[in-house]
């Protein structure tokens, strides 16, 4: 059964520095894998995807990476800001008959002090 | 873009009431998703549908219906409302060719 986990639970760093959120999962045929952003009272908003026969997807101060063999992904995020703020799910995708299934992380909730 | 659109935002019932929640996606996707996120539970599927026509159980069923009523749209039910289904539900749709998924921004459900 796939299990996806995030480290840290929760992370406070100051105005511009330079981030990293790990995600790691049990089962290492993924379709892909997939890195949300949520604020407080509202929806997932997709941030990066990376399918898996890629190692990374970049999207301007996000650049998220896939190594599937050790079943880890992390999401880097550069010069930190107070907008960034929220909470950051991962979710591993698994093909096959019926459709995707997918399984999300617990997240990582950032506050980044101005 | 609509994207994945959501009713209503907000709603409160008595236990015991029953209510649908709508959702219509305008991206052509075959496969639809409900999902329930509560406090330290993270998201949990209760059903989805993987085309139209079809419809199949996730991970807590019990206490919902569904209906995919068309490509676009795809409903739950609650038939009898329970304070353990106060919640917020989202709906989604995934990108079949990328496996991409869309959400709709939630519906707050509170049962008293």
């Known amino acids: 059964k796939q299990e996806v986990t995030q480290i840290p639970a929760a992370l406070s760093v100051p105005e511009g520095e330079n981030l990293v959120l790990n995600c790691s999962f049990t089962?290492?045929?993924?379709?892909?894998l997939q890195w949300f952003r949520q604020d407080p009272g509202k929806g997932l908003t997709s941030l990066l995807l990376i399918q898996s026969s890629q190692r990374e997807q970049t999207s301007g101060r996000l650049n998220a990476s896939l190594d599937k063999s050790s079943g880890r992904s992390t999401l880097y995020i550069a010069a930190s800001q107070p907008g960034d703020s929220a909470t950051y799910l991962c979710?591993?995708?698994?093909?096959?008959?019926?459709?995707?299934?997918?399984?999300f992380g617990a997240g990582t909730r950032l506050f980044v002090k101005a | 873009n609509a994207g994945v659109t959501q009713t209503p935002k907000f709603q409160v019932l008595k236990t015991g009431q029953s209510m649908t929640l709508q959702c219509a996606q305008d991206?052509?996707?075959?496969?639809m998703y409900w999902y329930r996120q509560d406090p330290g539970m993270g998201l949990r599927l209760i059903y989805y549908s993987a085309s139209e026509g079809t419809t199949d159980k996730g991970e807590v069923p019990n206490g919902y219906n569904v209906s995919r009523l068309n490509k676009r749209e795809f409903s739950l039910r609650l038939e009898s409302a329970a304070p353990s289904q106060t919640s917020v539900y989202f709906c989604a749709s995934i990108r079949g060719r990328t496996g991409e998924l869309f959400f709709g921004e939630g519906s707050r459900l509170t049962v008293l």
């Open positions: 979710a591993v995708n698994q093909g096959g008959t019926g459709g995707f299934k997918t399984i």
């Open positions: 089962d290492s045929a993924i379709y892909n």
């Open positions: 991206m052509n996707h075959n496969s």
